[in-house]
Nanobody, 127 residues
Framework: QVQLVESGGGLVQAGGSLRLSCVAS????????MGWFRQAPGKEREFVAT????????NYADSVKGRFIISRDNVKNTVYLRMNSLKTEDTAVYYC????????????????????WGQGTQVTVSS
C-alpha cells in the first residue's frame, strides 16, 4: 500500500522560506512522477508542482514559478518542495501526491489523476 507522509510546514513571515518533505513507501518510488498540491480555506485543491521519475523534468504553477523548487532523492524515497519568497496567498495545506500510473507525466496537473495523497502539512504565511 502506498503511503505518503509530509513534514516541514509551519508559520513563516512573508518573504521567508520553508522546505517541505514527503517520504513515500509501498512501491518503487523512482518509477513515478510525484507532485505537490495545496488547498486554501474555501478553495479547491490546486496544482503546485510536479517532478518526473529522475528529477530531470519539472512543472510549476504560474503562481509559484521562480519562487518554489521541487526536487527528489530516489535513494531516500523523498520529494521536496523548497518555497522561497513566500507570500500570504501561499497559505494553505500542502499535499504530496502520487499517481497510480507510471505513464503520468509532469504535465499532468489535474488532481483527479493522482491517486495517493499524504495527510497534508499546514503552511501559514503572515504579513
Amino acid at each position: 500500500q502506498v503511503q505518503l507522509v509530509e513534514s516541514g510546514g509551519g508559520l513563516v513571515q512573508a518573504g521567508g522560506s520553508l522546505r517541505l518533505s514527503c517520504v513515500a513507501s509501498g512501491r518503487t518510488f523512482n518509477w513515478y512522477t510525484m507532485g505537490w498540491f495545496r488547498q486554501a480555506p474555501g478553495k479547491e485543491r490546486e496544482f503546485v508542482a510536479t517532478i518526473n521519475w529522475d528529477g530531470g523534468r519539472t512543472n510549476y504553477a504560474d503562481s509559484v514559478k521562480g519562487r518554489f523548487i521541487i526536487s527528489r532523492d530516489n535513494v531516500k524515497n523523498t520529494v521536496y518542495l523548497r518555497m522561497n519568497s513566500l507570500k500570504t496567498e501561499d497559505t494553505a495545506v500542502y499535499y504530496c501526491a502520487a499517481p497510480f500510473s507510471r505513464s503520468t507525466t509532469v504535465g499532468e496537473t489535474d488532481r483527479n489523476e493522482y491517486n495517493y495523497w499524504g495527510q497534508g502539512t499546514q503552511v501559514t504565511v503572515s504579513s
